[in-house]
T-cell receptor, first 116, second 112 residues
Framework: SAVISQKPSRDICQRGTSLTIQCQVD?????MFWYRQQPGQSLTLIAT?????????ESGFVIDKFPISRPNLTFSTLTVSNMSPEDSSIYLC?????????????FGPGTRLLVL | DAKTTQPPSMDCAEGRAANLPCNHS???????VYWYRQIHSQGPQYIIH???NNETNEMASLIITEDRKSSTLILPHATLRDTAVYYC?????????????FGKGTLLTVNP
């Protein structure tokens, strides 16, 4: 498995501002993903972060709202842009394809975002 | 990926076995059954996965029926710390298809 950290762990933001969330893994991984979990709901995949190319977004999510960077095999960022209260959620990073090309996804602890 | 059906909630007494069912009647031959759990306000934790044989690890056992249309996750001696939402997910193996589709899961409450 892998040890995954996210920063910040939580934040309270004003509407109209943007927040960048960082995801760091302790080993190189092939795949990194970003999920959103709205209050009382299950997890929804936002996008797959591709190293060296644009992220692949799921239906309903767009790059202008959730720009993603993946500069190397151990790090990714997700920005939540022009935030509104509806963006209040837990944002989770997950990884797969580490050494040995394991297919199981492992999740970070999440970033709890409250937008006022 | 095939859809899964789980009961919304279950209770279990501390120290007893917790048996969590999952139906996946449309599962394909190359699809694995994965189980994750999410303890309140934490990231999902991987538990176990299997294709067609029963699997066991330090956390749990996974029993898959012969026709693969359903499975049961067994926590042999449930503790209060096992209270969580348990997700059963079916996912194809191979290639770049790592995507996980989460349903609503089963809220397991372990009672003292």
């Amino acid at each position: 498995s892998a040890v995954i950290s996210q920063k910040p762990s939580r934040d309270i933001c004003q509407r109209g501002t943007s927040l960048t969330i960082q995801c760091q893994v302790d080993s190189q991984v092939t795949m990194m993903f970003w999920y959103r979990q709205q209050p009382g709901q299950s997890l929804t995949l936002i996008a797959t972060a591709n190293q060296g190319s644009e992220a692949t977004y799921e239906s309903g999510f767009v790059i202008d709202k959730f720009p993603i960077s993946r500069p190397n095999l151990t790090f990714s960022t997700l920005t939540v842009s022009n935030m509104s209260p509806e963006d209040s959620s837990i944002y989770l990073c997950s990884v797969a394809g580490g050494q040995g090309a394991w297919e199981t996804q492992y999740f970070g602890p999440g970033t709890r975002l409250l937008v006022l | 990926d095939a859809k899964t059906t789980q009961p919304p909630s279950m209770d279990c007494a501390e120290g007893r076995a917790a048996n969590l069912p999952c139906n996946h009647s449309t599962i394909s031959g190359n699809e694995y059954v994965y189980w994750y759990r999410q303890i309140h306000s934490q990231g999902p934790q991987y538990i176990i996965h299997g294709l067609k044989n029963n699997e066991t690890n330090e956390m749990a056992s996974l029993i898959i029926t012969e026709d693969r249309k359903s499975s049961t996750l067994i926590l042999p001696h449930a503790t209060l710390r096992d209270t969580a939402v348990y997700y059963c997910i079916v996912r194809a193996s191979g290639g770049s298809n790592y995507k996980l589709t989460f349903g609503k899961g089963t809220l397991l409450t372990v009672n003292p």
